[in-house]
């Protein structure tokens, strides 16, 4: 087992890497939203139904 001081230092150096990878949040936030709007408006073709749902919606269907 570790001792007293083993631990602090562990934990001070746990608590230096969370501080820095928080300050890095907002941008890393900014930059999720970015790609989720960009993912969102790659999405924005018209739906691909089957033939059979477009048939089933325009009352017709195939002869075959």
């Known amino acids: 087992m570790g ?3 083993d631990r ?4 001070q150096e ?4 969370i501080e820095n ?3 890095d949040l907002p941008m890393m936030a ?15 073709s018209p ?5 059979g749902r477009v048939g089933h ?3 017709e269907r195939s002869r075959s």
């Open 3 to 5: 001792t007293q001081k």
């Open 8 to 11: 602090t230092q562990t934990l």
């Open 14 to 17: 746990l608590r230096r890497r």
């Open 21 to 23: 990878d928080l300050r």
């Open 30 to 44: 900014k930059i999720a939203l970015e790609n989720a709007f960009e993912e969102n408006e790659a999405d924005d």
């Open 47 to 51: 739906a691909v139904t089957s033939a």
């Open 57 to 59: 919606h325009s009352k």
